[in-house]
């Protein structure tokens, strides 16, 4: 089930900002923050589909997200997440 309201049940609610707009090794601690989420493909998709361009969202750092963005630049990536883990759902 895609969660509209995320954010308040964000694993990060309680980190400080400076933990997760970081740079270099220091963003695979951010990410591993993110690695137990329960919301994170919510909060890829938020980076991803406004483009956020600054921290570690969803577990991935804004160079990775870029990556993403110039593959398919003109897609829904809440569409796009969603529908892969309805396909991962029904997988198992």
Same mark, same amino acid.
């Given at each position: #089930? =895609? /969660? %509209?309201?995320?954010?308040?049940?964000?694993? @990060?609610?309680?980190?400080?900002?400076? &933990? $997760?707009?970081?740079?270099?090794? &220091?963003? !695979?601690?951010?990410? %591993?923050?993110? *690695?137990? @989420?329960?919301v994170r493909t919510? @909060? $890829?998709?938020?980076?991803?589909? !406004? %483009?956020? /361009? =600054?921290?570690?969202?969803?577990? #991935?750092? /804004?160079? /990775?997200?870029?990556? $993403?963005?110039? +593959? +398919?630049? !003109? *897609?829904? =990536?809440?569409?796009?997440?969603? *529908?892969?883990?309805?396909? &991962?759902?029904?997988?198992?």
């Amino acid at each position: #089930m =895609w /969660e %509209q309201d995320w954010a308040a049940r964000a694993a @990060c609610t309680s980190a400080r900002p400076d &933990e $997760l707009f970081v740079r270099g090794a &220091e963003q !695979n601690k951010a990410k %591993q923050l993110c *690695a137990t @989420c329960p919301v994170r493909t919510e @909060c $890829l998709a938020e980076a991803l589909d !406004n %483009q956020i /361009e =600054w921290g570690v969202w969803g577990g #991935m750092t /804004e160079r /990775e997200r870029r990556a $993403l963005l110039r +593959r +398919r630049p !003109n *897609a829904s =990536w809440r569409a796009v997440l969603e *529908a892969a883990r309805t396909k &991962e759902k029904a997988a198992v």
